[in-house]
């Protein structure tokens, strides 16, 4: 298990399809969650003094998304969309 901090929500859609919602907070969650890309983006060091902002402002971009998909080496459609994307994404973190 590991502890993360939430400083703003977000929501984390998994390899099942389905979607975890965190809250602002500190979470217990597995390893593996704790170390999901998506999660990393939105979290910060749980023993700074002050949250730190999502430097992105929030969900990624489609171009942000295509750009991660291209960097892993990724065959994918500029036509798929968001949700495909961060899904093809994070199954190929994972393997």
Not at 29 to 32: C, F, G, N
Not at 74 to 81: F, T
């Given at each position: 298990m590991a502890k993360i901090y939430v400083?703003?929500?977000f929501a984390l859609t998994l390899d099942d399809h389905t979607t975890r919602q965190f809250a602002a907070?500190?979470?217990d969650?597995?390893?593996?969650i704790a170390?999901?890309?998506?999660?990393?983006?939105h979290t910060a060091d749980?023993?700074?003094s002050e949250p730190v902002e999502d430097p992105a402002g929030g969900e990624p971009t489609k171009d942000d998304l295509l750009a991660k998909a291209k960097e892993l080496g990724?065959?994918?459609?500029?036509?798929?969309?968001v949700e495909r994307l961060a899904t093809a994404i994070a199954e190929a973190?994972?393997?």
């Open positions: 400083p703003s929500p907070g500190f979470h969650v597995d390893d593996a170390n999901h890309w998506w999660v990393k983006v749980p023993d700074a990724l065959a994918v459609d500029g036509r798929w969309s973190e994972v393997q």
